[in-house]
């Protein structure tokens, strides 16, 4: 019995002792979990540390002379540790003292609260411990540059607790110009443009920081341990931003004049080949036009364009020169089933030189031409255009250029028709870059330029990659072939389809085209032409190739090339002359001087000065505060002195609206203008008396 009570008070005195070690465990469970919960929780949150990515901070996009054309901007995201050391320093001294200052220095920035409202949310994320406590995001530079100097936030990190988080933001500060050329850097490789382009050098080197998490499954960086990145490196372009917006302005003017669907204008420095504009316009659903996508690109049928490829194949094999006769048919022509039409009628005579077919660019005379010389060996006419390159891509420094198409005899889709059909545009696929580089070889001289946009890569305003001019051919053919080309292109803006654009200060050398082209399903019944035009200036010493192409609305009323695409050509040209013209020495006058200059009533003194800088001699004298009508004789000009009487309404005829309105007013009169230019008629004749508040109704013209 004795022993049974023995192992029965072990027994139970094992039980007590599980018992109370249970009871233990079970206490220690809460102990940790509601006492102590918070810091093991923090303490298990500070084990997870990770690295993300810093991105490098993109390179600029430069325009030739050294403007922006596209470039990032950094933004922040501001938050708060209020953990940090010096706001937990005697009880918060520094946080409280600094509260109210703070938070309307923030109200007064962003004006979204009032101090009211930015003291207690600051109160709360002190409160809670916050070490990563949300401020503002996005903040720019300028207000990030702003609030670093704010109470509290300039005592620094770790005692003001700001944490400025940067990021970028790319942006086309001329928007629209060159947009599409430019691009935008994507994800996913979805970029466009010279940010694809020369991504490599503009994206620099990502860097990295270590991260630790911490309440809240938020993190905060680990001082110390970031890798900075490497900043994107520099691109500078060919282009040039008053040109750009020259040509961009041009092609947008009749995109919305004739409510055309797309177009572009390319603008070639004709001795290097450069890319000095470039403009590309979509018409969008609201009826506005953006650079939406890069048409100078894209492949499709050119047109009449394409006519020099196809008489510079004739002349260079010798089959015929420029005066050599061909008969246009009355603009029509039968090839088998089908029939070749002139898109204009050529009225006068049927047989002409094939200079003057080109001129008034006849289809038939160019479709004639291929079948006569090379219907028994089509393949000849061909190779002819691949040594043109009409078949390779012009290898531009942009992603996405549309590959050309220049059919064989042994193509599945040759026919009978395609050799006459091909010498006037059709048939054929080839960009409108494709057509520029053609047409700027022959303004060179023959030599072939790649076209390219890049001048050099920089880095911090160093050049570690330069890029030069590139022949693709010494010369497009032999010389005799290429003086008669010249001739053609030269006699299209005298005595050919672009004759009404012509200019009296210079001479441009151009061709015509208007091609019908298909939509879709619905083929040509829509009667969609495209409208382009191809040339250089000035003819004598080109400096620039310009090559516009515009795809015009269905049922379009003005559809001509020489009508819709050359006004564009004449706006870039003229303008540009005009600057070139500023720059460089007074115009020498290789025309008669009464078209040369705008006759206008005016100061002698003032003429005095126009004809000094003109450098054009004066037929007598002129007193300076005379007002003069000139006129022309022998190539000099003469001044005939207008008598203006005190008391009498000035005679103003033939004076510029500058002019009259100063003479006018001076006198008493009250002016009311119509139309512009210079003045046509005045309602008072010059001499009546003037009345007491008589008013005078000019009209200018």
């Known amino acids: 019995m004795d022993v049974k009570k023995d192992i029965l008070w072990r027994v139970y005195l094992c039980l007590i002792g599980m018992a109370l070690f249970g009871v233990a465990i079970l206490v220690k469970v809460f102990y940790i979990q509601n006492v102590k919960g918070s810091y093991w929780r923090n303490m298990a949150d500070s084990l997870h540390t990770g690295y993300v990515a810093l991105d490098a901070e993109r390179g600029t996009i430069y325009s030739e002379e050294g403007r922006m054309l596209s470039t990032s901007i950094p933004y922040f995201d501001i938050r708060i540790d209020f953990a940090a050391d010096g706001l937990r320093d005697k009880k918060g001294k520094v946080f409280r003292e600094n509260l109210d200052s703070l938070s ?49 936030f300039r005592l620094g990190k770790n005692k003001g607790g700001m944490i400025a988080e940067s990021k970028s933001k790319r942006i086309n ?18 970029s466009v443009g010279l940010e694809r382009t020369y991504n490599e050098y ?7 920081r270590l991260m630790r998490r911490i309440a809240g499954g938020t993190y905060v960086p680990v001082e110390g341990y970031d890798i900075e990145p490497e900043n994107g490196r520099d691109v500078v372009t060919t282009l040039d931003v008053n040109m750009q917006d020259i040509v961009e302005t041009a092609l947008m003017n009749m995109m919305v004049q004739n409510e055309a669907v797309h177009g572009t ?32 690109l894209q492949v499709g049928e050119p047109g ?54 080109f001129e008034l660019s006849s289809n038939v005379a160019m479709a004639k031409l291929a079948v006569q010389h ?23 420094d942009l992603v996405g250029e549309g590959h050309p198409v220049v059919k064989t005899t042994s193509s599945k889709t040759w026919s009978n028709t395609s050799l006459p059909w091909m010498a006037f545009g059709y048939e054929v696929l080839v960009s409108p870059l494709q057509t520029c580089m053609l047409y700027n070889a022959v303004a060179n001289n023959g030599k072939m330029m790649k076209p390219y946009l890049v001048n050099s890569i920089q880095e911090y305003g160093q050049v570690v990659k330069q890029f030069e001019p590139t022949v693709l051919l010494d010369s497009i053919c032999t010389n005799s072939t290429l003086k008669q080309v010249q001739s053609m292109l030269e006699g299209v803006a005298i005595d050919g ?19 019908l082209v298909a939509n879709g399903n619905r083929g040509y019944a829509d009667k969609i032409y495209q409208s382009s035009f191809a040339g250089y200036f000035p003819a004598n010493d080109p400096q620039y190739t310009c090559v516009v192409v515009i795809r015009n609305k269905p049922h379009a009323l003005r559809f001509y090339g020489a009508n819709v695409a050359g006004p564009v050509f004449r706006e870039v040209a003229d303008k540009l002359y005009a600057i070139a013209v500023e720059k460089q020495k007074p115009m020498q006058a290789n025309v008669q001087l009464d078209t040369l200059l705008a006759l206008k009533n005016g100061k002698g003194g003032e003429w005095k000065q126009i004809l000094k800088t003109l450098q054009m001699p004066i037929n ?26 005190k008391g009498a309404v000035p005679n103003v005829t033939g004076m510029g609206l500058k002019d009259a309105l100063y003479l006018l007013e001076n006198a008493g009169l009250r002016v009311v203008v119509k139309g512009a230019g210079k003045v046509k008629t005045q309602s008072l004749p010059g001499g009546t008396k003037i009345g007491n508040e008589q008013t005078i109704v000019i009209e200018l013209s």
């Open 265 to 296: 204008c390319i603008l070639m420095e004709v001795k290097t080949g450069k890319i000095k504009a470039i403009a590309n316009l979509g018409r969008q659903t609201d009826g506005s036009y953006w650079e939406d996508m890069n048409y100078a």
């Open 173 to 190: 500060p001329f928007k629209l110009l060159a947009n599409r050329t430019i691009g935008l850097p994507r994800e996913n490789s979805q």
């Open 620 to 645: 007598g004298t002129i007193a300076n505060n005379s007002w003069v009508s000139p006129s022309v004789s022998n190539r000099k000009v003469s001044f005939q002195q207008l008598s203006q009487a």
């Open 202 to 208: 503009l994206k620099g080197v990502t860097g990295k």
């Open 104 to 152: 309307l220095s923030l109200s007064q920035m962003f004006g979204d609260r009032s101090k009211a409202g930015y003291a207690q949310m600051l109160q709360e994320g002190y409160k809670s411990k916050d070490r990563y406590f949300l401020l503002k995001r996005n903040v720019p530079f300028n207000q990030y540059q702003q609030m670093r100097a704010f109470p509290m």
């Open 374 to 396: 090379y219907g028994r060996q089509p393949n000849k006419f061909v190779a002819n255009l691949k040594k043109l390159r009409m078949d390779q891509n012009t290898g531009i």
């Open 497 to 515: 389809t672009a004759r009404k654009l012509a200019n009296p200060y210079y001479s441009f050398a151009a061709k015509t085209g208007t091609a």
């Open 304 to 357: 009449s364009t394409f006519k020099l490829a196809t008489v510079i194949s004739v002349l260079e094999d010798k089959y015929a020169t420029m005066n050599t006769m061909v008969n246009m048919d009355g603009g029509r022509w039968q090839v088998g089933r089908r029939t070749v039409f002139d898109s204009e009628p050529h009225p006068g005579p049927q047989n002409v030189t094939i200079k003057h077919a």
